[in-house]
C-alpha cells in the first residue's frame, strides 16, 4: 500500500526556516510529480510547489524565493525547504503524487491542484509567530 508520511512541521518565529519532509513507502519516485500543499485554518487547500522526474518545479508566486522544493530519490524523499517564513506561511502543509510526471503543470506560478493527486500524505502543521 503507498503511504506518504510528512515531517519536519513546528512552530517558529518569522524570519526563520523549517525543512519539511515527505517518505513515501510502497511507491517508488521514478516517473512522477510529487507536489507539496498548504490549508490555512478557514482557507481554502492551496499548491506550494510542485517538482515531476525531469527535475522541472513550478512555485506558487507567495514562496517563490524562499522556498525550495527538491527530491533524494535514493531515500526516497520529497522536501520542502523554507526560509523567510512569514505569518501567513503558518498552514498544514501536505505532499501528494501523481505516477505520472506530465500531470505536473509547467507554467510559472501556476501549481498543480490537490484534486489531481491521488496518492496523499496526512499533513504536517506550521506555525509562524510574528
Known amino acids: 500500500q503507498v503511504q506518504l508520511v510528512e515531517s519536519g512541521g513546528g512552530s517558529v518565529q518569522a524570519g526563520g526556516s523549517l525543512r519539511l519532509s515527505c517518505a513515501a513507502s510502497g511507491y517508488t519516485y521514478r516517473r512522477y510529480c510529487m507536489g507539496w500543499f498548504r490549508q490555512a485554518a478557514g482557507k481554502e487547500r492551496e499548491g506550494v510547489a510542485n517538482?515531476?522526474?525531469?527535475?522541472?518545479?513550478v512555485y506558487a508566486d507567495s514562496v517563490k524565493g524562499r522556498f525550495t522544493i527538491s527530491l533524494d530519490s535514493a531515500k526516497n524523499i520529497l522536501y520542502l525547504q523554507m526560509n523567510s517564513l512569514k505569518p501567513e506561511d503558518a498552514a498544514m502543509y501536505y505532499c501528494?503524487?501523481?505516477?505520472?510526471?506530465?500531470?505536473?503543470?509547467?507554467?510559472?506560478?501556476?501549481?498543480?491542484?490537490?484534486?489531481?493527486?491521488?496518492?496523499r500524505g496526512k499533513g504536517t502543521l506550521v506555525t509562524v509567530s510574528s
Open positions: 501528494a503524487a501523481n505516477p505520472s510526471p506530465s500531470a505536473c503543470t509547467t507554467v510559472p506560478g501556476q501549481t498543480i491542484r490537490y484534486s489531481a493527486m491521488p496518492i
Open positions: 517538482i515531476d522526474s525531469y527535475g522541472r518545479t
